[in-house]
């Protein structure tokens, strides 16, 4: 399996709507490789997030050349064969962490019930608490019983990407992951998901708007536009040069 994710052709609408939210979308994502996408609010990236998933509205209008995930092709419409793979072979860090979490019930039993029913893993208290240490949250032990409320924004954001880290996914969609987390927690975290990714050939998609995370660690960018491709650049002898079109430059303040 040359790559995990192979997309030809994409192009998803609303069910009300002739004007598609994605057009002639393609892409390729290898593994051990770290992908941004970047793009004006309302481009396509979230509606792009979500069908890796398989997670698209009801009645939405989907078309494709090819949808292949790890060397196999998915349809829209076999959501057994999705709910395999979700939370598994690909796992995403939310941007808004407070959403990942039900209100009225502590992080911790709902951290090991996804473990237990998603992962086949059954780590205890300890082990959850031991593995949040190394992702800078202070007391794990009173984390882990506290409710979603009690917990900074930062924090949860922390245990997000350490249940991302923790599931082994192939792929991890990161949707703006470092948000909540000031300049040094953002390092740190950085550093952990990129040891990750080179121990266990996993790659990252991430979404986002900081250029200065994406000029760090992405070998590939994408840029769209009203759903639309309009670039793709690699990173050559660590730098990425040779933006050609007017909307990357103008996006990235290159001009």
Same mark, same amino acid.
């Given at each position: @399996?040359?790559?995990?994710?192979?997309?030809?052709?994409?192009?998803?609408? #609303?069910?009300?709507?002739?004007?598609?939210?994605?057009? %002639?979308?393609?892409?390729?994502?290898?593994?051990?490789?770290?992908?941004?996408?970047?793009? $004006?609010?309302?481009?396509?990236?979230?509606?792009?997030?979500?069908?890796?998933?398989? @997670?698209? #509205?009801? !009645?939405?209008?989907?078309?494709?050349?090819?949808?292949?995930?790890?060397?196999?092709?998915? %349809?829209?419409?076999? %959501?057994? &064969?999705?709910?395999? *793979?979700?939370?598994?072979?690909?796992?995403?860090?939310?941007?808004?962490?407070?959403?990942?979490?039900?209100?009225?019930?502590?992080?911790?039993?709902?951290?090991?019930?996804?473990?237990?029913?998603?992962?086949?893993?059954?780590?205890?208290?300890?082990?959850?608490?031991?593995?949040?240490?190394?992702?800078?949250?202070?007391?794990?032990?009173?984390?882990?019983?506290? /409710?979603?409320?009690?917990?900074?924004?930062?924090?949860?954001?922390?245990?997000?990407?350490?249940?991302?880290?923790?599931?082994?996914?192939?792929?991890?969609?990161?949707? $703006?992951?470092?948000?909540? /987390?000031?300049?040094?927690?953002?390092?740190? @975290? *950085?550093?952990?998901? @990129?040891?990750? /990714?080179?121990? &266990?050939?996993?790659?990252?998609?991430?979404?986002? !708007?900081?250029?200065?995370?994406?000029?760090?660690?992405?070998?590939?960018?994408?840029?769209?536009?009203?759903?639309?491709?309009?670039?793709?650049?690699?990173?050559?002898?660590?730098?990425?040069?040779?933006?050609?079109?007017?909307?990357?430059? $103008?996006?990235?303040?290159?001009?």
């Amino acid at each position: @399996m040359s790559s995990y994710l192979d997309i030809a052709g994409l192009k998803i609408s #609303p069910a009300n709507l002739n004007k598609p939210i994605l057009e %002639n979308f393609s892409w390729k994502v290898e593994p051990g490789k770290v992908y941004a996408l970047i793009g $004006e609010s309302g481009s396509g990236k979230t509606t792009f997030a979500f069908s890796l998933f398989g @997670m698209l #509205p009801k !009645h939405s209008k989907i078309f494709y050349d090819r949808f292949n995930l790890f060397g196999e092709s998915y %349809n829209f419409w076999e %959501n057994q &064969k999705w709910k395999a *793979i979700r939370g598994k072979k690909i796992n995403m860090i939310p941007q808004n962490s407070h959403l990942a979490f039900h209100p009225f019930r502590t992080i911790g039993s709902q951290v090991q019930e996804y473990y237990s029913s998603v992962l086949r893993k059954n780590p205890s208290e300890r082990e959850c608490c031991d593995h949040w240490d190394q992702f800078g949250i202070r007391d794990s032990k009173r984390s882990f019983h506290s /409710l979603p409320s009690q917990v900074s924004g930062g924090e949860k954001q922390r245990i997000t990407i350490a249940m991302a880290q923790f599931s082994e996914s192939e792929i991890i969609l990161a949707d $703006e992951p470092t948000t909540a /987390l000031d300049p040094i927690q953002e390092k740190n @975290m *950085i550093e952990l998901l @990129m040891n990750s /990714l080179k121990s &266990k050939n996993r790659s990252i998609i991430l979404i986002t !708007h900081n250029l200065k995370l994406m000029e760090r660690i992405a070998d590939e960018v994408m840029v769209i536009k009203s759903g639309k491709i309009v670039e793709v650049n690699s990173r050559v002898n660590g730098i990425f040069s040779n933006w050609n079109s007017d909307y990357a430059r $103008e996006l990235l303040g290159l001009f």
